[in-house]
């Protein structure tokens, strides 16, 4: 019997994020995140202005999720804190 073996490979990052005031902001952030290719899971708090994100390093790295972000809602400047 062949035995498979898979590595799955999480990695974390916290984003700072400027520019949310409110819970919608927040949800928007989280949407956008969600969707971001090798991301996998994705917690966003307006009033500690920071999103914690768990991505599959294989695939993105945390510069470039922040980047999308700050792409895709030029409301919000997203930066990598850790
Ligand atoms: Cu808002």
Redesign the pocket.
Known sequence: MKKLTIFLITALTILHIDG???????T?VKQVLKKVDGVKEARVS?EEKKAVVTYDPNKITAEKIAHTVSQKLPTYKATVVK
């Open positions: 949310m005031s409110c819970g919608a902001c927040a928007a307006y």
